[in-house]
């Protein structure tokens, strides 16, 4: 194997030294063309002269041209550069107002989330306030049938107690006692006594009391009146027991209203929490849609700059390479003379006129 490699390198080497040798051939074959006459001569020297001149003229032009394409390029890259730190800008103004947009946006769900829970909680003590005035509602009705039922009562011992004519005519019936207790007690509760004036009304009370209570106990011995009475005992207790369950409903009522309406004070404290944060929410998602929107607009602009001076990168590449190809030529000239002037030229000078053209 690798005596072939060998082998393909010679042949190679060998077809190079050919070219070579071809080149130079025709290189002095053309050099023993005939000398043209003085004035052909004349003449070619001076179409040359006036060719230098054109290709000075239009390498000074060219150079200008690069000179301002330069310019233009360096002023194109520094508005890009401009530009493209504004999109920057505008970008990062964008994540930040989408940051606070988040936070904004997080807390008024947090906030909707707390109303909703408190808004359940308020439904639930508005039920049990209901409930228990419904109760409140039930238990007055039996309470006010008891108290029917003691009215009732009451009305019938009446009529069962007649005033009889007391052996002591001084002696004071049973209702004027108890108007007389009534006053009393009125005056006590209600009028600034001093301490004699009320230690004696308080006296005045307790006698009254006494001698109420003795003649009710004897009329209560009476045996068509006794049952009545232990009816009416029953029916007052029953009665008190109902009002006691309505006090205790009509209270635990209140108590869930209070809370309900405490809880809907909360929530509307919140709400107007979450409708601020909501705004906020609005007004940071807004300016960064707009920051957004500056900066694709920027992104574009600095797009179209980068085609601008791809367009200059071009021309100054085309520009210096026309420049490169013009040495190039020159040389190859300059070359091409020495080498009619029977210098001999090596096997670069060879190449460089093969690659101009001129063999």
């Given at each position: 194997?690798?005596?072939?490699?060998?082998?393909?390198?010679?042949?190679?080497?060998?077809?190079?030294?050919?070219?070579?040798?071809?080149?130079?051939?025709?290189?002095?074959?053309?050099?023993?063309?005939?000398?043209?006459?003085?004035?052909?001569?004349?003449?070619?020297?001076?179409?040359?002269?006036?060719?230098?001149?054109?290709?000075?003229?239009?390498?000074?032009?060219?150079?200008?041209?690069?000179?301002?394409?330069?310019?233009?390029?360096?002023?194109?890259?520094?508005?890009?550069?401009?530009?493209?730190?504004?999109?920057?800008?505008?970008?990062?103004?964008?994540?930040?107002?989408?940051?606070?947009?988040?936070?904004?946006?997080?807390?008024?769900?947090?906030?909707?989330?707390?109303?909703?829970?408190?808004?359940?909680?308020?439904?639930?003590?508005?039920?049990?306030?209901?409930?228990?005035?419904?109760?409140?509602?039930?238990?007055?009705?039996?309470?006010?049938?008891?108290?029917?039922?003691?009215?009732?009562?009451?009305?019938?011992?009446?009529?069962?107690?007649?005033?009889?004519?007391?052996?002591?005519?001084?002696?004071?019936?049973?209702?004027?006692?108890?108007?007389?207790?009534?006053?009393?007690?009125?005056?006590?509760?209600?009028?600034?006594?001093?301490?004699?004036?009320?230690?004696?009304?308080?006296?005045?009370?307790?006698?009254?009391?006494?001698?109420?209570?003795?003649?009710?106990?004897?009329?209560?011995?009476?045996?068509?009146?006794?049952?009545?009475?232990?009816?009416?005992?029953?029916?007052?207790?029953?009665?008190?027991?109902?009002?006691?369950?309505?006090?205790?409903?009509?209270?635990?009522a209140q108590s869930s209203h209070d809370k309900m309406m405490k809880l809907y004070e909360e929530v509307d404290s919140l709400r107007k929490e979450a409708d601020a944060a909501q705004a906020k929410f609005i007004e940071c998602k807004q300016a960064a849609d707009e920051e957004h929107k500056k900066h694709i607009e920027q992104i574009k602009s600095v797009?179209?700059?980068?085609?601008?001076?791809?367009?200059?990168?071009?021309?100054?590449?085309?520009?210096?390479?026309?420049?490169?190809?013009?040495?190039?030529?020159?040389?190859?000239?300059?070359?091409?003379?020495?080498?009619?002037?029977?210098?001999?030229?090596?096997?670069?000078?060879?190449?460089?006129?093969?690659?101009?053209?001129?063999?």
């Open positions: 194997m690798d005596e072939f490699v060998e082998e393909i390198q010679q042949i190679d080497s060998q077809e190079e030294q050919q070219q070579v040798e071809e080149t130079v051939v025709l290189a002095e074959q053309e050099a023993q063309v005939e000398v043209p006459a003085e004035e052909t001569v004349v003449e070619t020297q001076t179409e040359n002269v006036e060719s230098e001149i054109m290709d000075e003229v239009s390498a000074s032009a060219e150079e200008e041209d690069d000179i301002q394409t330069s310019e233009n390029l360096e002023d194109i890259e520094q508005k890009r550069s401009i530009m493209n730190n504004d999109a920057e800008r505008h970008r990062r103004l964008r994540d930040e107002l989408n940051a606070q947009t988040k936070e904004w946006k997080s807390k008024r769900d947090a906030l909707n989330s707390k109303v909703r829970e408190l808004v359940n909680e308020a439904g639930k003590c508005r039920e049990e306030r209901d409930s228990f005035n419904q109760k409140v509602r039930e238990t007055k009705v039996l309470r006010d049938e008891w108290n029917q039922k003691v009215s009732a009562l009451k009305d019938q011992i009446s009529a069962l107690r007649p005033e009889r004519p007391s052996e002591d005519k001084n002696e004071v019936p049973v209702k004027q006692l108890k108007k007389q207790l009534q006053d009393l007690e009125y005056t006590q509760q209600t009028k600034s006594l001093g301490k004699d004036k009320e230690n004696e009304i308080v006296k005045q009370i307790s006698v009254i009391a006494r001698q109420i209570d003795e003649r009710e106990k004897t009329f209560e011995q009476s045996g068509e009146i006794k049952e009545v009475i232990q009816q009416l005992k029953e029916a007052k207790v029953e009665a008190e027991a109902a009002h006691r369950l309505v006090s205790e409903h009509a209270e635990a797009h179209e700059i980068d085609k601008d001076a791809s367009v200059l990168r071009n021309k100054k590449s085309a520009t210096k390479k026309r420049k490169v190809d013009t040495e190039s030529k020159k040389e190859a000239k300059e070359i091409f003379d020495r080498f009619k002037s029977g210098e001999k030229l090596s096997t670069d000078d060879l190449m460089a006129l093969q690659k101009s053209g001129y063999l």
